[in-house]
């Protein structure tokens, strides 16, 4: 099955109908496979998958993607689409005389929508039982509903249900059965069961965020937080310089895939590249030689010609001839590694486009990302917090919440005796945007862009049409758990949504991250914002994928020390309107979603003992009307948007809280 959505916040920016010029259109959809194994292929091969994973009661597994028409004919051939009507896969049969059945957790949440219940537990026949729960409620209601198998990388985790399900009531007691013959019994405990969020104190400010943000604007926030606040704030100007908002102009000339030439030009579009243009004549005359001429910015062709005075010349010939003249000013190529073979005919004059629509307005220079660092003691003596966000381009929440914690710490200091406290004991780091150039392009391009604006793909993958597939995934850029070291869950493939890059670090997006915490030794605690799904997760974030070995797990304490502070920072999460991020998607990367290899929480947590996080706002909504659970999306309407920037901003202080309260082991 192939949901079709869309994305909601603005257009993809490719004409209703594409030229050979125009990226194949994109969209957000659910797809269904039909277990773990084929759910790991489409992972291998590179799809730009969210972080929105649903296993289902028959075994099969739904997850969100972005994808064209023909990635999405690919992804059949891996099994990512069932054909209507067909069944799902049958399940082996338990054959032992009775299974060993533990739940090991089990408990009940109150959200706006009502109560609900999550249970997991699991069984010694492993991923053939049939598991079910049935439920005994506060006022006298029951209820039963069935699990599923959760198999990562081959590897038996549990059964779980595939979403929490409704209670009606607050569930006291449930009973898990098996088809196997075992049982087992639990009392159901509250989640999530964290501290308290301190109390406001009167006239406490909140709500700072009124509209989805491009980067200038973003910048632009905390440059005027710092000049409100200078005591309190340092502006701080990270090393690495970005691409830019910036490509090289480009134009197809021709009739692909045989009778086609790609033009580059050797500078940026907005450097000069946007100038140029090309013509291919014909000499009107026969028998005559190809030839090239540069007149200014004009490069003119003009074909061979036969002795009938037809137009003679060949794609690769025209290509050749380009590149062998001197001072064009581009770089020719035939189309996506095609030989050229078929004969060009006159085209107008065509001007080469970078074909980038932001306004004039929004720079194309490499940009230099900005850190707001607040505190009342920012000379390394505190424990340091960092929080960055969009990473992913597309993720327009994400950087609403780190501004939204921002604001409330600076504006509530003179006013609110918590707020105080927290920056007397702590050095926050605030990093709106880590990936600003791919965010210009999802702003004003193609909303749906996740990776940088850098293409590391050679001529062959590099026409026009392809502009929206280039770019590295930032959060695959990192050094440790990396596609290089043989993890999986990032790619090689400059094309694919998941590519790591040429190398570790090859990006500045990603060593700008890591010179925080290189350079500033008192961050201890980091959140990474992302979007969308509802997650709450930490190392490990990878594993290799032959035997499942993931990156070291944390000690027991540590491993308690991150559960216990997510507990506390999911209560303050669901005190904002009720929002509960899911039991089963709250835990370590590789137990609750999939391998992420090269991700920066991994890199801040095994090479700087930095108590790496890693938060997926918006939060499926229940719809009560179909009873079921309904994803928001990367540009909810801001309504939505606005709502999880809050709630989010909650979490976020309350991890400040925990860094305040923080005392080295």
Known sequence: MIVLTTFVAAEP?????????????????????????????????????????????????QVDAVATASQLAAYAALGATLAPGTPPQAKAKVTTAQDQLVIERAVWMKSREGYFLSVEASSSAGEAATLTVTWKGKGGSTGQAPMVAYVDAGAYLGHQFSTPVPAGDRPQWVTVTSAGGGTAEAKVREWPDGDRPDRAGPGYQKDFVTQYMPPAQLNERIKALHRRYPKLTELITLPYPTNGYRRHAQALIGTPPAAAVVLTSDAYGSEGGNDVAVELVNPGAAGRPLQVTVNGKLITVSLATDASGAPASTAAQVTAAINATASTGVKAATYRADAGGGVMAPAPLTQLSDFLNAPASVSRAPARVLALRIGAHRDGSRTGVLAYAQEHAREWVAPLVVVEAAERLLRNHARDQATRRLLERTDVFIVPTVNPDGANYSFYDFNGQRKNLTNHCPPQQSDPALRNTWGVDVNRNYAVGSLSDGYFGASANCQSGTYAGPAEHSEPESRNVMWLAETHRNIRFAMNVHSYGGYFMWPPGAYKLDGRVALPRPTDRQEAYFMRSARTIEQAIAAERGTVIWPQQTGPVTDVLYSAAGNSADELWYDHGVYGWDFEVGADLWDPGTRTWQAVGFQPPFTEGHAEALEFASGLISLVGIAADYREP
Do not use: K
């Not at 490719?14 to 496979?33: R, Y």
């Not at 039909?34 to 597994?61: F, I």
């Open 13 to 61: 920016s490719v004409p209703a109908v594409a030229g050979p010029s125009d990226p194949e259109p994109a969209s957000l959809v659910t797809l269904s496979v039909p277990d773990r194994a084929a759910m790991e292929r489409l992972v291998a091969s590179g799809a730009d998958l969210t972080e929105r994973v649903r296993p289902q009661a028959d075994g099969s597994v």
